[in-house]
């Protein structure tokens, strides 16, 4: 009988053991997988605000103070989920930095809709929809940049929407799109 017990107990112990492994694994692959994140986006804003300040653009000082708006919420936003509310703010941010770079408006149609308040979601996975559309997409065609936020009850529906460009920026594989997935 009481080997049974102590089987048992060890058992029980092994199963804890095991589980708390795989919480500390999650938690070490999120982690990762948002330490991804910060410098793929800090290196496209560097970037673009580069290339501003070699035309002596007035914008460089805008892009910069927006760059250090966005950088702020990325270094003190280390929860596992923010609100939905939030990081819609931070998407506005982002287009206004993007919105520099170019010299004509951007035709863009932001919209959410539904209980917004309630959600909470990923940081960055709006961002990097975001982001991937200006990186992959053609704004200079009459097709707009399209985010369509629905909160739900139970299901919370993006739908992203941009022209392709026809030019591919780089030859390598991007990490976005199957960041937000693995997130």
Known sequence: LGAAVFFADELIRSRKRQAALTEKNREAELAFLRSQINPHFLFNSLNNIYSLS???SEKTTDAIMKLSELMRYMLYEKK???SLLTEWEYVHHF???????????LQTQLSIEGDSGRWEIPPYVLITLVENAFKHG?????????LKVKAGVDVLDCHCENAIALKQKDTGGGIGLENIRRR
């Open 54 to 56: 070699y035309k002596k």
């Open 138 to 146: 053609d704004f200079s065609q009459d097709k707009p940049f399209v």
């Open 80 to 82: 596992e989920t923010v």
């Open 95 to 105: 287009i206004m930095l993007q919105q520099l770079r170019y010299d004509y408006p």
